[in-house]
T-cell receptor, first 115, second 114 residues
Framework: DGGITQSPKYLFRKEGQNVTLSCEQN?????MYWYRQDPGQGLRLIYY???????QKGDIAEGYSVSREKKESFPLTVTSAQKNPTAFYLC??????????????FGPGTRLTVL | AQSVTQLDSQVPVFEEAPVELRCNYS??????LFWYVQYPNQGLQLLLK??????LVESINGFEAEFNKSQTSFHLRKPSVHISDTAEYFC????????????FGKGTRLHILP
């Protein structure tokens, strides 16, 4: 089955530690995205990538980093510089053809809790 | 910049009653419009979308939304809700300034009352 997988589903980390969230897709999509979701705030874009080895900051990139070494993988690192990292993180992808995005496909999410 | 407003953060409705979830967006240029649904502790699933053509779009589970360009609205409706419709619903719009982005509203939580 084609889709997006995120792991782990739940993640706990101590303050001051970096942590990496995994996102893999087998949809052959060019574009991938990371969102952060907090209660009552909708989805806020952290980073996105339109093509391998290239990515752009979203609206709340501070304290996060990404890489896009392979088309199917877009890992997100939450660094110790992120002041309030506890949240639900969603990865998404889209075909990435030129023009407006016609649809984004979402993974199941990772819930990160900082202890 | 493009923005999306979902006027109600929560909507309680009795089972089998009709419901409307409201969505307005800011841009007057041609955009694509979406409704996504999120069940607890899951990712988002596309419910329906408007790209072009008929302004009334329907989903397979009885929801519909109507694109109103003059009012820049894309309200979601269902004539009779079921307990399984309990979820959070997000309206979204393509960003006319950036081909590769979608802007999401803050969501409306639909509570179905027995």
């Amino acid at each position: 089955d084609g889709g997006i997988t995120q792991s782990p589903k739940y993640l706990f980390r101590k303050e001051g530690q970096n942590v990496t969230l995994s996102c893999e897709q087998n949809l052959n999509h060019d574009a991938m995205y990371w969102y952060r979701q907090d209660p009552g705030q909708g989805l806020r874009l952290i980073y996105y990538s339109q093509i391998v080895n290239d990515f752009q900051k979203g609206d709340i990139a501070e304290g996060y980093s990404v890489s896009r070494e392979k088309k199917e993988s877009f890992p997100l690192t939450v660094t110790s510089a992120q002041k309030n990292p506890t949240a639900f993180y969603l990865c998404a992808s889209s075909i990435g053809a030129a023009g407006l995005v016609e649809e984004q496909f979402f993974g199941p999410g990772t819930r990160l809790t900082v202890l | 910049a493009q923005s999306v407003t979902q006027l109600d953060s929560q909507v309680p409705v009795f089972e089998e009653a009709p419901v409307e979830l409201r969505c307005n967006y800011s841009s007057s240029v041609s955009v694509y419009l979406f409704w996504y649904v999120q069940y607890p502790n899951q990712g988002l699933q596309l419910l329906l979308k408007y790209l072009s053509g008929s302004t009334l779009v329907e989903s397979i589970n009885g929801f519909e939304a109507e694109f109103n360009k003059s009012q820049t609205s894309f309200h979601l409706r269902k004539p009779s809700v079921h307990i399984s419709d309990t979820a959070e619903y997000f309206c979204a719009v393509s960003d006319p300034d950036r081909d590769d982005k979608i802007i999401f509203g803050k969501g409306t939580r639909l509570h179905i009352l027995p």
